[in-house]
């Protein structure tokens, strides 16, 4: 049996999966692919769904670089290699050249072990989007919004009132099993959920990671809360004593219950800490300083 795409508005679907795949139609029997998974299975599943639903892709749309959100595109590709691939600009540049992904985690040329699918996708040429706002693509017209924070660049899809958030939001189970939520920037997260949640309009809301819901405000309220409880865990190790980001990591997982059993979830998580401290360090309630040959982090003046 066919994957069967579940229908959100007339003419909006998505594929339920670990990352969603949202189907825009055109109207004409073409259908805008927003986001294609983490691997080829998944597009392999995205693909059959179209098909039993009569529909053709006409472009793809990543909403970031992350390789769980563009990883489905190389299969796509080499079925309907016309397809245009569209991302924000920062995003495209990574999707085009996805090394620099864990380049970025690790800080230099990635070991092997870092060097998995959940890391470092297949490329696709991604043309950069001009920006937030209105767009037409595919033959289809959504609205763009600048949800950065999770990703250095990170678009949000709405058409009509369905309101597609990427990962500046995410489903509660998702929010449990993962404490430590992947960001690039934690305030910049914080505040794109925050604009999530002053939107009218939206009758449904679909996460990149969970399920469909009707209610925003609550979703936003869940997202922000647990983004605040890992902000004040990184607070609550610094103040514990001065230590490296890696000791900090450590001490938050501890607090957490988070045990971390492969690289990849170590630089993943490693970054997460990273992002909030930047967050404390602006706010003056962390201190920078290298100590013996360390960066160390400790109280700040206002901590």
Known sequence: MAPELVTLAPGVHFLPAAVNSVVVEDGRGGALLVDTGLDDAQARK?????????????????????????????FLLKRFPELDVFAPP?????INHPVLEPLSLFGARPPRDLQTKFLLAPPSPARPLPGAGRAQLGGVEVELLDVSGH??????????????AADALFGPDALAKHPLTFCADSRQQKEAAARLGTLEGVRVVLPGHGDPAEDLAALVEANLAAYD??????????????????ELLARVCGVLGV????????????????????????????????EDNRLSFGAGSDG
């Not at 009569?54 to 793809?60: E, N």
């Not at 990170?154 to 309101?163: C, E, K």
């Not at 409880?229 to 890696?246: C, K």
């Open 46 to 74: 995205l693909l059959r769904a179209l098909e039993a639903g009569k529909l053709t892709p006409t472009a793809i749309l990543n909403t970031h670089s992350h390789a769980d959100h563009h990883g489905g595109n190389a």
């Open 90 to 94: 920062l995003e495209a540049a990574i």
């Open 151 to 164: 990703a250095a660049q990170m678009y949000a899809v709405r058409i009509g009132d369905v309101l597609y």
């Open 229 to 246: 409880r890992t902000t004040r865990a990184v607070l609550e190790a610094v103040r514990a004593g001065p230590a490296s980001v890696d």
């Open 259 to 290: 045990q971390m059993t492969n690289a990849g979830a170590v630089v993943l998580n490693r970054a997460v800490v990273s992002a909030h401290l930047t967050e404390l360090l602006e706010a003056g309630t962390v201190r920078l300083a290298v």
